[in-house]
C-alpha cells in the first residue's frame, strides 16, 4: 500500500512524496486520518480537533529515491518532482 503526501508551493510547483505501508498492525495516525477524511469531494475541511506530524507516516530507514514526472490522476499534471 501507498500514500502520496503532494506538496504545491505559492508559484504551484509541486513535489510527491509517496510512503509505502505494510500490511499489518495497524497505524494510529492514518486511522485517525481514515476518520476524519472529507466527506465531499474537492472540498477542505479543518478540524482543529486533529494533529497530524507526517513524521510519524515516515520509515526509519529515510531512503529515497528522486525524479521528475508526473501526477498519476487525471489531468496527469508534468513537472512533479
Not at 512524496?17 to 485517525?32: D, I
Not at 530507514?61 to 498519476?72: D, F, M, R
Request: net charge negative; aromatic share 6%.
Amino acid at each position: 500500500m501507498v500514500g502520496h503526501l503532494v506538496h504545491a508551493d505559492t508559484d504551484g510547483h509541486l513535489a510527491v512524496v509517496a510512503v509505502l505501508f505494510k500490511a499489518g498492525v495497524s497505524n494510529p495516525l492514518v486511522e485517525t486520518l481514515w476518520k476524519n477524511v472529507p466527506s465531499e469531494k474537492d472540498k477542505t475541511v479543518e478540524i482543529s480537533t486533529v494533529s497530524v506530524n507526517v513524521e510519524d507516516l515516515i520509515p526509519a530507514q529515510h531512503g529515497y529515491y528522486t525524479y521528475s514526472g508526473s501526477l498519476t490522476p487525471p489531468p496527469c499534471t508534468e513537472g512533479v518532482t
